[in-house]
């Protein structure tokens, strides 16, 4: 079972890690009002800061911060409690639960340090845009769709 956390724990440590480096680093190059394009009608780096969830929902809501810092530490929790369970056994489950609490962790930080999020991935088609997101979101999303992926097909 320790081995189990470890791998959980390692995977969040270092999607922490890279997560707090490209946010430093789109801070430090990028300007909130300039977009870097980098695939023209495709890929930018958009420096945005998000006070709300996903998608900007529930941005200037002005208990946002502590109810999702809250539901960060609780996700956080949840993944190292499953790993410890039956949802934990395979090596693809505990690299799911370590993306999703690694994410989870990244935003965190980035919620007790400055009230909001950054982000500056800007992926679209055109003037069709997804919502501006970074390495640590990027980490939860990934991480949740694996470990449905892997629950429904009984290998988790």
Known sequence: MGGRMLKVAATALILVALDQITKFMAESW?????????IPRLFDLHLVYNTGAAFSAFAGWAGARWLFMAVQLVAVALAFWLARGNVGKSKMAQLALGLIAGGALGNFIDRARLG???????????DLHWPVFNLADAGISVGA????????????
């Open 30 to 38: 990028l300007t909130l009002a300039s977009p870097v394009t980098v």
């Open 116 to 126: 909001k999020v950054v982000d500056f991935i800007d992926w679209h088609l055109g």
């Open 145 to 156: 769709v694996l470990l449905g992926w892997l629950i429904l097909r009984g290998r988790a």
